[in-house]
């Protein structure tokens, strides 16, 4: 059956967690789901070159800036954003700084969902929560990072958000976000490809589910 590839962007910033970042690529791009071409995958950055807080380099393949011109049109390409976190100070010293740039990217992207009214998922993982809470998007505290995930349902009458703990929690809540979208077998498949051991919780969200 042929379907159209779901767009995925994610936001980098100077000292994220490599893990919130590379977690879900790993899974969205894995080989177990690879041929059907299910997602695909966008890093986008404020600079060219983004040092992650292992001092791992990641190259951007967008800007802020390329994103919100001519009115941010391009955003509403993008069927998910996925916005990672790091350590608390780094989130913070984004935030700080001045530059609207990954704010008015969530912003422009959620505003885009609504005026297109077409179901789009938003995800934070950890300490993202804080650039949806910077941005006026999204979450309104952080006490859901402390959280394996938490579905927090239609936040605008288009968006769906889905808030992570970090690093390894990441994870679980996209393959849970594949589950989803195109089903749980697929989920189970990558999570095996990946040798990851995905176990749900005991909560209503999952509760008799068998993975």
Known sequence: MQHQPMHVLLLA?????????????????????????????????????????EHVLIKREISFA????????????????IVPGGPPQN?????????????AVIRGW????????????LMSICTGSGFLVASERGAEQTEVVRKRWVDAGKIDAY?????????????????????????????VKIATVMDYNWEFGSVPVTQGQII
């Not at 009115?71 to 069927?79: A, E, N, T, V, W």
């Not at 505003?111 to 009214?117: G, M, S």
């Not at 703990?165 to 849970?176: M, P």
């Open 91 to 103: 989130v913070q010293k984004v935030i700080d700084a001045g530059d609207e740039g990954l704010m």
């Open 110 to 121: 959620v505003d885009a969902a609504n005026e297109d009214k077409r179901q789009r998922w």
């Open 159 to 187: 968006t769906r958000l889905v808030t992570s703990g970090g690093v390894s929690c990441g994870i679980d809540c996209v393959l849970w976000m594949v589950g989803e979208l195109i089903g749980m077998e697929k989920a």
């Open 13 to 53: 910033f100077q000292g994220l967690n490599t893990l919130d970042l590379n977690g879900p690529i790993e899974v969205l791009g894995s080989s177990a789901i690879a041929e059907e071409k299910y997602f695909t995958i966008t890093v986008a950055a404020a600079d060219e070159i983004t040092e992650a807080f």
């Open 66 to 81: 390329e994103l919100l011109d001519n009115k941010g049109k391009l955003l509403s390409k993008y069927d998910m954003l």
